[in-house]
């Protein structure tokens, strides 16, 4: 993973956010190829969403063919939208305070280990030793935590007294909280009780300035979809079954944002919701799980790295009745443990019903009910609109279920440069082998699909070369020219970006008009007329 951001900061894919400044956690800046990456992966995923679709064809594994539309909706909303869609009461992370760092952690980022032994003068003790790291960085971290505490040297690590495996702060009990060493804390017993914190971020609208004029930075595009819901219906001639897709920014006020872009306060999403007859949704639900999972394939990720994982009955969101996730082994996780890029939900007519009727909680008898106060009033009143579907054809009225694939484009985006990521040899200059470091990004992502090179600064070569590049530029194709250094030099500054094809003019391009294509992945090089360029890029890209 190191190498990873290294590259991403040296090559300007991502920088922290306000760098210069020291940072701000949980904030990052796309550079110059970051951004070309990262646009590539948003419109990779609203093509294949939104723009290939059509409503006649039945895709592979679809119930029907459906209609696709696409939405851009406002980051902040009407308050009531997030007291009804459950954000408001439910969007919550325990932290716990240290008393002792005035530091706040989430509960299930803290790791630990017991571990028996003397802190100070007091009596040997057995201790949950934290710090808030993952895999071996997790174990370096405690290692080093307890060598200090205990006053020992480094070469005594292996007389260390480790009482467990590590594990989430989250599996103890209050009633152990006495025995933890929060992690920074030097004292055992810091940590506060585990308290509830919303994750939405507060802003004040207009100039007055009170709590009453209070709204939220959305943390997830999801709801301008189902607040539009009516509105996309008479607006359009979409029918059920049918999408509406939205990619926009949400905000987090993550507790421990984390690994890099992975867990970030503000990111972006790639979301839609699928409206369906109730009767056809588990169908559909199992149509966008696959079809999601087989997009990331589809795009390079083909290791087995990549995994879909239904989620156990206990782990479903308060609205979802069956979730899959399509997760990614990120190098900064435990071996054999995934993260999630995308979740695919199941999330039935909860979010329509909640803007209609008002916040909705499951009765003892597991149906959805409006949540009401002790004096029997709707907790949060709905819009009061009426947004079940009428079916002109069946002359039924529903409300239809819904199925959300909602990824994230920072993690999808950080997925595709953690899989592109490779290291081999290839030969330099003088055809001896050296390691080389390649990005094997799918072509579709790459932020620059070919480059061109003259191969010496004379003899016409780099007007030549001048010219091919423009033709590229021209076509709309993402192309770079390069003139300085070595071309062994040149080509590995391009397989460091992810570069697929680079074109070099030289000596025998003078005389017979064609040109040295080099591959990245294969180095393969072969000729093809330098009329051609152009058309060849064009046709490996579709
Ligand atoms: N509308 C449902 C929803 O928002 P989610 O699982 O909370 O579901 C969907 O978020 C996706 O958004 C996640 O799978 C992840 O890719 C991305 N995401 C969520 N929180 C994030 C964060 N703090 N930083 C970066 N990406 C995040």
Redesign the pocket.
């Known amino acids: 993973m190191d190498k990873v951001v290294a590259l991403c900061k040296r090559r300007g894919f991502i920088f922290q956010s306000s760098e210069i400044y020291g940072g701000l956690n949980g904030f990052w800046d796309y550079g110059p190829l970051g951004v070309e990456l990262k646009r590539n992966v948003r419109n990779a995923w609203w093509q294949d969403m939104v723009g290939s679709n059509d409503p006649w064809t039945v895709p592979d594994g679809a119930p029907t063919a459906y209609h696709m539309v696409g939405v851009e909706t406002s980051i902040i909303m009407h308050p009531q939208v997030w007291k009804c869609s459950g954000h408001y009461d439910m969007f919550v992370d325990k932290m716990v305070d240290c008393r002792e760092s005035k530091s706040r952690y989430r509960v299930d980022h803290v790791k630990g280990r017991w571990i028996e032994g003397k802190v100070g003068d007091a009596a040997p003790a057995r201790l949950f030793l934290t710090a808030v790291a993952d895999g071996p960085e997790l174990d370096a971290a405690l290692t080093q935590r307890a060598l200090k505490l205990f006053g020992m040297r480094s070469k005594e690590a292996d007389k260390l007294q480790w009482q467990s495996e590590s594990t989430s702060l989250a599996t103890l009990s209050f009633e152990q909280y006495g025995s933890v060493i929060g992690p920074e804390a030097t004292q055992p017993g810091t940590l506060t009780a585990p308290r509830d914190f919303n994750l939405m971020f507060k802003t004040i609208l207009g100039a007055l300035g009170t709590d009453a004029d209070a709204a939220f930075l959305r943390?997830?595009?999801?709801q301008g979809m189902f607040v539009n819901f009516k509105n996309v219906c008479d607006s359009t001639r979409v029918k059920v079954p049918f999408g509406i897709a939205q990619i926009g920014k949400?905000f987090?006020n993550?507790i421990t944002?984390r690994n890099f872009?992975?867990?970030?306060?503000e990111?972006e999403?790639m979301?839609m919701e699928f409206f369906c007859h109730p009767s056809q949704s588990r169908q559909w639900y199992e149509y966008w799980r696959d079809f999601r999972y087989n997009w990331y394939v589809n795009l390079g990720i083909k290791s087995d790295r990549l995994q879909l994982r239904d989620h156990a009955q206990d782990e479903l969101s308060h609205y979802s009745v069956g979730t899959a996730?399509v997760e990614y082994a990120f190098p900064f996780l435990d071996e054999g443990e995934f993260g999630?890029?995308?979740?695919v939900?199941h999330r039935g007519d909860f979010d329509l019903r909640s803007h209609m009727e008002g916040k909705l909680v499951k009765d003892a008898g597991g149906n959805l009910v409006v949540e009401q106060t002790a004096s029997g009033e709707p907790k949060y009143r709905g819009s009061g609109k009426d947004l079940a579907y009428f079916d002109d054809q069946t002359r039924e009225k529903f409300v239809p279920h819904v199925i959300?694939p909602?990824?994230?484009a920072?993690?999808?985006t950080l997925a595709f440069i953690c899989e592109a990521y490779a290291e081999d040899s290839a030969p330099d200059d003088k055809g001896q082998m050296q390691t080389r470091v390649v990005m094997r990004f799918h072509p579709r992502l790459a932020p620059v699909k070919a480059a061109v090179f003259p191969l010496v600064k004379k003899d016409g070569q780099p007007e030549q070369a001048r010219e091919i590049y423009l033709a590229l530029k021209r076509a709309g194709i993402a192309a770079a020219y390069d003139e300085q250094a070595a071309i062994g030099k040149r080509y590995r500054r391009q397989d460091e970006i992810g570069t697929p094809w680079c074109f070099t003019v030289d000596n025998q391009t003078l005389v017979d008009g064609t040109v040295t294509l080099r591959e990245r992945d294969s180095l393969e090089q072969t000729r093809i007329p330098a009329t051609d360029v152009v058309a060849e890029v064009q046709r490996r890209l579709a």
């Open positions: 943390p997830e595009t999801a949400s987090r993550e944002p872009t992975f867990r970030s306060r990111f999403q979301e996730d999630e890029l995308e979740g939900a959300e909602a990824a994230g920072d993690r999808a």
